[in-house]
C-alpha cells in the first residue's frame, strides 16, 4: 500500500526565512510525486510534478527536489501570500493518486 | 473560466436523507475522481471514472454511488447520510491519469446531524 508522510504538520516563519517542507514516501513503482497547494476554503492546486530521483523544478519561490525516499519543498524568502497548506501526493504502480495530510504553513510579516 | 465546477457548495443533512454531488468539467478531460478531506486524514479517494462509461471503487467507498453522465459529469450520491460522512468533498479531473496532474474543483462542505 502506498504511503506518503508530510513534515512539520505546521510551520511558522517570518517573512523572508527560507525553510523547507519534508514528505517520505513509500510506493510501488513511483510513476510520479505530486506537491499542491491548497488555500482555505478552496480546492488544492497542481504545483509540481517530479518523475524521477534527483528531479528539481522551481515555481517563483518554490523549488521542489526528489529522492528514492523524499521529496522536500524549499521555499525561499517567502512572503504572506505563501501562506497556505501544501500536499505532497504519488501516483505509483496502483494507478491511484496517495495524497498526505499536509503542511501548513503561515508566513508572519 | 475553464476547470470543475462543484454544486452544491454547502449542505446539511439530517440523518438517513440522501442527495447528489453534482461534479462537471470543461477541459475535455477522460478521468474524473471523487476525494473527501477530513482533518488529520487527507484526501481519501471515494470513487473514480477512467473513461466515459467505466466507474471503479476507491478506499472508502461505502455508503456512496456514483454516476458517469457523460465525459463532462460524474456525480456522487449518498443514499442515506451518516454523521460519519460529515466532510469536504472534492471532484477532480485530469487528461490522462494522474501523470499531467489533477485539476480539483473548490468543494462542498457537507454536514451531517
Known amino acids: 500500500e502506498d504511503q506518503v508522510t508530510q513534515s512539520p504538520e505546521a510551520l511558522r516563519l517570518q517573512e523572508g526565512e527560507s525553510s523547507s517542507l519534508n514528505c517520505s514516501y513509500t510506493v510501488s513503482g513511483l510513476r510520479g510525486l505530486f506537491w499542491y497547494r491548497q488555500d482555505p476554503g478552496k480546492g488544492p492546486e497542481f504545483l509540481f510534478t517530479l518523475y524521477s530521483a534527483g528531479e528539481e523544478k522551481e515555481k517563483e519561490r518554490l523549488k521542489a527536489t526528489l529522492t528514492k525516499k523524499e521529496s522536500f519543498l524549499h521555499i525561499t524568502a517567502p512572503k504572506p501570500e505563501d501562506s497556505a497548506t501544501y500536499l505532497c501526493a504519488v501516483y505509483g504502480g496502483n494507478e491511484k493518486l496517495t495524497f498526505g495530510t499536509g503542511t501548513r504553513l503561515t508566513i508572519i510579516p | 473560466n475553464a476547470g470543475v465546477t462543484q454544486t452544491p457548495k454547502f449542505q446539511v443533512l439530517k440523518t438517513g436523507q440522501s442527495m447528489t454531488l453534482q461534479c462537471a468539467q470543461d477541459m475535455n478531460h477522460n478521468s474524473m475522481y471523487w476525494y473527501r478531506q477530513d482533518p488529520g486524514m487527507g484526501l481519501r479517494l471515494i470513487y473514480y471514472?477512467?473513461?466515459?462509461?467505466?466507474?471503479d471503487k476507491g478506499e472508502v467507498p461505502n455508503g456512496y454511488n456514483v454516476s458517469r453522465l457523460n465525459k463532462r459529469e460524474f456525480s456522487l450520491r449518498l443514499e442515506s447520510a451518516a454523521p460519519s460522512q460529515t466532510s469536504v468533498y472534492f471532484c477532480a479531473s485530469s487528461a490522462q491519469g494522474a501523470d499531467y496532474g489533477y485539476t480539483f474543483g473548490s468543494g462542498t462542505r457537507l454536514t451531517v446531524v
Open positions: 471514472s477512467a473513461s466515459e462509461g467505466t466507474t
